[in-house]
Nanobody
Framework: VQLQASGGGMVQPGGSLRLSCAAS????????IGWFRQAPGKAREGVSY????????YYADSVTGRFSISRDNVENMVYLQMDSLKPEDTGVYYC??????????????????WGQGTQVTVSS
């Protein structure tokens, strides 16, 4: 099982980035999957996830209305479109797979595989 995240970079406030997560070694159809982020000196927090089956999604309050998660079960890819970026969005973003098909909370203890992380920096 591998999760390869990409798409991070440095943007100015108000800019956009699209993160990609290439999953291999398993089918996305069997797991809830999403993104965490970790800012310097802070705990890792769940940003967004998408469940299998219903395709229901979750967003942290801090990103609701600005971020959008999607998945392509054929290509085994997960995306996070990030718009109207703010300096507080800065951090390392991790793609993560839950051991469950569907979850109601995206907590680290429900994750069985993590990607390597991609740095997002929002600064003027």
């Amino acid at each position: 099982v591998q999760l390869q995240a990409s798409g991070g970079g440095m943007v100015q406030p108000g800019g956009s980035l699209r993160l990609s997560c290439a999953a291999s070694g398993f089918s996305l159809d069997g797991h809830a999957i999403g993104w965490f982020r970790q800012a310097p000196g802070k705990a890792r927090e769940g940003v967004s996830y998408i469940n299998t089956g219903t395709g229901s999604t979750y967003y942290a309050d801090s990103v609701t209305g600005r971020f959008s998660i999607s998945r392509d079960n054929v290509e085994n890819m997960v995306y996070l479109q990030m718009d109207s970026l703010k300096p507080e969005d800065t951090g390392v973003y991790y793609c993560a797979r839950s051991r469950f098909r569907s979850v109601v909370v995206f907590a680290p203890d429900l994750i069985d595989y993590w990607g390597q992380g991609t740095q997002v920096t929002v600064s003027s």
